[in-house]
């Protein structure tokens, strides 16, 4: 089965929250035009996208990889796994993972892609797929996160906090301080200390494949539990 794109802007933003490639740099002309008239997003919100925007589409391939790489696979505290923001090392991270898998199956999302099922562009893709009203409640069950990663992003002068601030946006979802506070409880990663790093990476192996007593709940059934307080798992530098 073949699914239908519905939302060309969670499309959009699931592709500039990829891993750089000359197939994106390519592409963002169009990417840019779909994000520009997004009437859902404020004028504001698509002037602030438009630095990253510029930079996709102009900055040296190599220079975008690098700076893709220190901030999204270097930081714990900005990974695009979702799951780690909620689950960190628990084992429930496995078991939310098979219900995600098994939401995708049923119907009939197959990502073609060796990221885990919980990673943020691939959530973002399958929910363009899906009626808005559905992708927009995923999208707010998650909002605190949105904040916590653009808060984190705009400390580091990154033009990809403009991402998570509109995303923020989409969901409808009104501030949590209180589940904001509690994710910048804990301290940044430091992309430079890799010894620390590879200390914090250290973790279970997490199976997520087929499990004949997962059922396929609603994305948003899973996604609910981010609204719970943040498991302390330890961290790098954390």
Same mark, same amino acid.
């Given at each position: ?7 060309? #802007? &969670?499309? *959009?933003? +699931? ?6 490639? !000359?197939? /994106?740099?390519?592409?963002?002309? %169009?990417? $840019?035009? #779909? &994000?520009? *008239?997004? +009437? ?6 698509? !002037?602030? /996208?438009?630095?990253?925007?510029? %930079?996709? $589409? ?181």
């Amino acid at each position: 089965m073949t699914l239908q794109l519905q939302d060309r #802007t &969670l499309k *959009a933003l +699931s592709l500039i929250l990829s891993y750089p490639t !000359r197939e /994106l740099q390519a592409a963002m002309p %169009e990417i $840019a035009g #779909t &994000l520009m *008239a997004e +009437s859902r997003l404020t004028a504001a919100a698509r !002037r602030d /996208l438009s630095p990253l925007l510029e %930079e996709l $589409a102009q900055r040296d391939i190599y220079e975008l990889e690098e700076q893709f790489v220190m901030l999204f696979d270097r930081s714990r505290t900005l990974s695009l796994n979702l799951f780690e923001h909620v689950h960190g090392e628990s084992r429930d991270r496995g078991g939310a993972m098979v219900s995600l898998v098994e939401t995708y199956r049923a119907a009939g999302f197959d990502p073609a892609t060796p990221e885990l099922p919980d990673h943020l562009p691939v959530l973002l893709e399958f929910l363009a797929t899906q009626p808005f009203v559905e992708a927009r409640e995923t999208l707010a069950d998650a909002a605190h996160i949105f904040e916590a990663l653009a808060t984190r992003l705009d400390r580091r002068e990154s033009p990809y906090g403009a991402v998570f601030a509109a995303l923020f946006q989409l969901s409808g979802a009104r501030a949590n301080d209180e589940a904001l506070a509690e994710l910048l409880e804990q301290p940044d990663d430091d992309p430079e200390d890799l010894e620390a790093l590879d200390e914090v990476w250290e973790e279970s192996e997490v199976r997520f494949g087929p499990d004949p007593n997962a059922g396929c709940p609603q994305v948003r059934d899973m996604l609910s539990k981010m609204d719970m307080p943040v498991r302390n798992a330890p961290h790098a530098a954390e």
